[in-house]
T-cell receptor, first 111, second 117 residues
Framework: GENVEQHPSTLSVQEGDSAVIKCTYSDSASNYFPWYKQELGKGPQLIIDIRSNVGEKKDQRIAVTLNKTAKHFSLHITETQPEDSAVYFC??????????FGTGTSLTVIP | EAGVTQFPSHSVIEKGQTVTLRCDPISGHDNLYWYRRVMGKEIKFLLH????????ESGMPNNRFLAERTGGTYSTLKVQPAELEDSGVYFC???????????????FGPGTRLTVL
C-alpha cells in the first residue's frame, strides 16, 4: 500500500517568514494530494489540493508543488501570520482508494 | 449549513469496557469515513460507507471494532471490549457523491478523543 512521510514534525517561524512542509509518497498510482490544516479543538480542514497533471498550484499565500518523478510534494506558506499556527497534514490517494495521511507538522508562527 | 458533528468530544473508559462513538455527517453526503489518529502518528483510515453500505473496511484494526450506518444517515463506531492501544482521536468525515475518477473534498468533524485506562 501507499506510504506517506512528512517532515518536519515541528516547525517554528517568525511572523512574516515563509514555512515549507515536505511529503514523500511511495505509490506511483497516487494522483491526488490534498493538504489539511487542523486548528486546536477542530477537525482537519482542506486548505489546498493538487492533482498529478499539475506541477504547482497557488492560492493567495499558500502554494503546493508536486514532483511526480521524485514522488514528493510540498506546502509553502508565505508571509506567515499567527493564525497560520496549526497542525498540517499531507495526504495521497488514487481514484477509488482511501486517503493516506502523513504524520503531521505542528507549525508555530511567532509574533 | 451544519458541519460534521461527533459525540462525545471526549471519552475516558477502562480497559474491557465498551464505548460507542457517533458521527452525524453533513446532510446529503452519501460518503462517510472513519479515521483514527494515535498521538504523534498519521491519521489512519478505518472504513468508508456509501449510504448504509460498507464500501471499504480494510482499515478496521480487528473485530473489536464495529461500525454501522443504519438508514444511511448517522454512523456509530463501537469498540468492545476496549484495549489500551485503542486510545486516540477518532475522526469522522463526509463527502458528496463521488464522480468516477474524481475526488470530492472530505469534511472532517472535530473528533472524539478516546482514552482507555
Amino acid at each position: 500500500g501507499e506510504n506517506v512521510e512528512q517532515h518536519p514534525s515541528t516547525l517554528s517561524v517568525q511572523e512574516g517568514d515563509s514555512a515549507v512542509i515536505k511529503c514523500t509518497y511511495s505509490d506511483s498510482a497516487s494522483n491526488y494530494f490534498p493538504w489539511y490544516k487542523q486548528e486546536l479543538g477542530k477537525g482537519p480542514q482542506l486548505i489546498i489540493d493538487i492533482r498529478s497533471n499539475v506541477g504547482e498550484k497557488k492560492d493567495q499565500r499558500i502554494a503546493v508543488t508536486l514532483n511526480k518523478t521524485a514522488k514528493h510534494f510540498s506546502l509553502h506558506i508565505t508571509e506567515t501570520q499567527p493564525e497560520d499556527s496549526a497542525v498540517y497534514f499531507c495526504a495521497a490517494s488514487s481514484p477509488g482508494n482511501q486517503f493516506y495521511f502523513g504524520t503531521g507538522t505542528s507549525l508555530t508562527v511567532i509574533p | 449549513e451544519a458541519g460534521v458533528t461527533q459525540f462525545p468530544s471526549h471519552s475516558v473508559i477502562e480497559k474491557g469496557q465498551t464505548v460507542t462513538l457517533r458521527c452525524d455527517p453533513i446532510s446529503g453526503h452519501d460518503n462517510l469515513y472513519w479515521y483514527r489518529r494515535v498521538m504523534g502518528k498519521e491519521i489512519k483510515f478505518l472504513l468508508h460507507f456509501v449510504k448504509e453500505s460498507k464500501q471499504d473496511e480494510s482499515g478496521m484494526p480487528n473485530n473489536r471494532f464495529l461500525a454501522e450506518r443504519t438508514g444511511g444517515t448517522y454512523s456509530t463506531l463501537k469498540v468492545q471490549p476496549a484495549e489500551l492501544e485503542d486510545s486516540g482521536v477518532y475522526f469522522c468525515a463526509s463527502s458528496q457523491d463521488l464522480l468516477a475518477g474524481a475526488y470530492n473534498e472530505q469534511f472532517f468533524g472535530p473528533g472524539t478523543r478516546l482514552t482507555v485506562l
